[in-house]
C-alpha cells in the first residue's frame, strides 16, 4: 500500500516563499502521476500542481508561474516550491497519487497524504 507524508508547511509572510515536500513509501513511485491539491476552510478541495512520471508538469491556471511542481524518483519525493505567497494560498496543501494515468480530478486519485498547513500572514 502506497503511503504519503507531506511535511514543510508552516507561517510564511505575504509576498514570502516556502517549500512542501512529501514521500512516498513504494517502490514503483516512478510510475506514477504525482499531484498537490488544496483545501481551504469552507472551499472544495481544488487541484494545484501534478508531475507525470516523464516529467511533464501542468499547474492550475491562476498558479501559474508561482508555484513549481518537482520530483526526485531516486528519493521517491515530491516538491512544491511556492513563491509570491498570498493570503488566498494559505490551505492544507495534500500530496497525492496515482499510477500510469494523468488526471487534474481530485475524484480520479486514491493515495492520498495528511496534509500539511500553509498559513500566509500579511
Known amino acids: 500500500q502506497v503511503q504519503l507524508v507531506e511535511s514543510g508547511g508552516g507561517l510564511v509572510q505575504v509576498g514570502g516563499s516556502l517549500r512542501v515536500s512529501c514521500a512516498a513509501s513504494?517502490?514503483?513511485?516512478?510510475?506514477?502521476?504525482m499531484a498537490w491539491f488544496r483545501q481551504a476552510p469552507e472551499k472544495e478541495r481544488e487541484f494545484v500542481a501534478l508531475?507525470?512520471?516523464?516529467?511533464?508538469?501542468l499547474y492550475a491556471n491562476s498558479l501559474k508561474g508561482r508555484f513549481t511542481i518537482s520530483r526526485d524518483n531516486a528519493k521517491n519525493m515530491v516538491y512544491l516550491q511556492m513563491s509570491s505567497l498570498k493570503p488566498e494560498d494559505a490551505a492544507v496543501y495534500y500530496c497525492?497519487?496515482?499510477?500510469?494515468?494523468?488526471?487534474?480530478?481530485?475524484?480520479?486519485?486514491?493515495?492520498w497524504g495528511q496534509g500539511t498547513q500553509v498559513t500566509v500572514s500579511s
Open positions: 497525492a497519487a496515482k499510477e500510469w494515468s494523468v488526471t487534474i480530478d481530485k475524484n480520479d486519485y486514491n493515495i
Open positions: 513504494v517502490r514503483t513511485f516512478s510510475r506514477y502521476t
Open positions: 508531475i507525470t512520471k516523464s516529467n511533464v508538469t
